[in-house]
C-alpha cells in the first residue's frame, strides 16, 4: 500500500499518463491530418502546371504506389531510380512525361527526389522543361539549393548535349560533362544531378 | 497576486528577447535565417510551441512531481511540436520543406524548455500564456528581421521577391549566419545602453530638481 504513495508511483504514473495522453492525441491527429501519396503526387502535378493535372490509368507508365503489379516497379540505373512515370497533356504524337526521380551519392549516401516534366514533340524528347523537389533524405544542407541550380537543367543550350551523351555532374574537374555544382552542398548537388541523369537516361538513352 | 501584462510583454519582445538578449535557440536562428520567410515560419511555429506547453506546463504545475518535471516538460513540448509538423506538412507543405530537420529540433529548442522550467511550472495559466505569446513574438521578430538582412545582402530579395541582382555570397553562408548574428546581437545592446543611460539621466535630473526644491523650501 505504501508503494502507491510513494514518490515513486507518482512519477511513473504522471509520465505514464503524459505519453498516454499524448499518443492518443497524435494517433487521432495523424490519422486526421495524414498526406496519402497521390495527394503528394498532385500537389506536385499542380506545382509544375499551375493547376491541378488529372492523371488517367491509361497514362501511367510507372508508380510505385500502384496497386498494379506490372506498374508498381521503378526504373533503376546506375544514377538512382525512376519512381513514378506519367503521360500528360496527350495530343497525338506531342505530350509531356512528368518524373518522379531519385538521385543516389548524396551527402552520407543519402538521396534526392526531384519531379522532371520533359516535354516530347513526334514522341521524341525535345527538352527538360521543369524540375522540382519533392524530398530529400540525410540531407542536411537543402536550403543552399536554390532555383538556379534547378533552372540550370532547363536551359536551352544544355539540352544539346543530352543528345550527345552528357550527363549533369558537381565535380568541377569532370569537364566532359555538363557543369551544374552547388557551393558548400556538393554531395547534395551530386544526388540532385543525379535524379536528372535517371531522366536523361530514360529519354535520351544516352548510356 | 495581479498578473502585470505589461512587464511580460515588455520582457520577452525587449529586455529578455530570447534570441538577442537571453542568446537561446541559437540553433535555428544561424540555420534558418537565409529567409525572411523561414524566419516567420519558424518564429511562428516556436510561438505556438511555446503558448501550448506554457498553458499545459502551467496547468500540470502542482500535478508534475518535481523529481520528473523535466521529462515531462520533454514530453508536453514533444507533443506539440509533432502537431506543428503534422498540421504544415498537410496545410502549409512549402513551409514544412523549407524548415526541413529544423522542424522536428524545436523539442530540443532552449527558448521553450527554459520558459516551461523558469516561468510556467511558477505561474498561472494566464500568464504563462502571455509569457509563450510574448516570447515567441520576441523570437519571430529577431529571426525575421535577420532573415530579412541575409535575404537582402545574401540573395538581393526580400520575401522571395527580387530587388537587385547585387548579391554578397558571404551572408547566405554559416559564417554569415554568425557575423549577421553578432551585428544584431551588438546593435541590440547598444541601443538598450543608450536607453538605459538616457532613462538614469531623466531620473537624476528629477532627483536634482526634487533635491533642490526641498532645500529652498527649507
Known amino acids: 500500500m505504501s508503494f502507491f504513495k510513494s514518490i515513486w508511483f507518482r512519477c511513473i504514473s504522471c509520465l505514464l499518463a503524459i505519453a498516454l495522453i499524448s499518443g492518443g492525441l497524435l494517433t487521432i491527429l495523424s490519422n486526421l491530418l495524414y498526406v496519402s501519396p497521390e495527394e503528394r503526387t498532385s500537389r506536385a502535378m499542380a506545382k509544375i502546371y499551375g493547376a491541378p493535372v488529372e492523371v488517367s490509368a491509361e497514362n501511367i507508365i510507372v508508380d510505385i504506389d500502384s496497386d498494379d503489379a506490372s506498374k508498381s516497379s521503378p526504373i533503376t540505373s546506375n544514377y538512382g531510380e525512376l519512381q513514378k512515370i506519367y503521360k500528360v497533356n496527350v495530343n497525338g504524337e506531342s505530350f509531356d512525361m512528368v518524373f518522379q526521380a531519385q538521385g543516389n551519392n548524396g551527402y552520407k549516401g543519402g538521396t534526392i527526389t526531384l519531379w522532371v516534366k520533359v516535354v516530347f514533340e513526334n514522341n521524341l524528347p525535345i527538352k527538360i522543361d521543369k524540375v522540382i523537389l519533392q524530398s530529400s533524405d540525410k540531407q542536411t544542407l537543402m536550403s543552399k539549393i536554390g532555383g538556379d541550380f534547378y533552372n540550370r537543367f532547363t536551359l536551352d543550350d544544355v539540352t544539346e548535349d543530352y543528345k550527345n551523351g552528357k550527363v549533369f555532374t558537381g565535380n568541377q574537374k569532370d569537364t566532359a560533362n555538363i557543369l551544374n555544382p552547388v557551393s558548400g552542398a556538393t554531395y547534395s548537388a551530386n544526388a540532385g544531378n543525379n535524379a536528372v541523369n535517371c531522366v536523361i537516361d530514360y529519354c535520351w538513352g544516352t548510356n | ?218
Not at chain 2, 506539440?80 to 530540443?108: A, C, H, N, Q
Open chain 2, 1 to 218: 497576486m495581479k498578473t502585470n501584462f505589461k512587464k511580460i510583454a515588455v520582457d520577452g519582445v525587449v529586455k529578455q528577447n530570447p534570441t538577442l538578449k537571453l542568446v537561446l535557440g541559437t540553433c535555428p536562428t544561424l540555420a534558418l535565417t537565409t529567409l525572411a520567410m523561414n524566419g516567420i515560419g519558424m518564429g511562428l511555429a516556436v510561438t505556438f510551441v511555446l503558448i501550448c506547453s506554457n498553458v499545459l506546463v502551467s496547468l500540470l504545475r502542482k500535478a508534475i512531481p518535481s523529481q520528473v518535471r523535466i521529462p515531462a516538460f520533454v514530453l508536453i513540448i514533444a507533443t506539440f511540436v509533432t502537431i506543428v509538423r503534422l498540421v504544415l506538412e498537410k496545410f502549409m507543405p512549402d513551409l514544412y520543406d523549407s524548415l526541413g530537420l529544423y522542424l522536428p529540433l524545436i523539442v530540443v529548442n532552449c527558448v521553450i524548455l527554459a520558459r516551461a522550467e523558469s516561468f510556467a511550472s511558477k505561474n498561472p495559466v494566464l500568464a504563462s500564456a502571455a509569457d509563450g505569446l510574448f516570447m515567441g513574438l520576441g523570437f519571430t521578430v529577431a529571426l525575421t528581421l535577420m532573415g530579412a538582412v541575409r535575404e537582402i545582402l545574401g540573395a538581393g530579395a526580400i520575401f522571395g521577391v527580387k530587388l537587385w541582382d547585387f548579391q554578397i555570397a558571404f551572408f547566405a553562408s554559416s559564417a554569415g549566419a554568425f557575423f549577421t548574428y553578432a551585428i544584431f546581437i551588438a546593435i541590440f545592446c547598444l541601443i538598450e545602453n543608450i536607453i538605459s543611460k538616457n532613462k538614469k539621466r531623466k531620473e537624476f535630473a528629477l532627483a536634482t530638481a526634487y533635491t533642490s526644491s526641498n532645500t529652498e523650501v527649507k
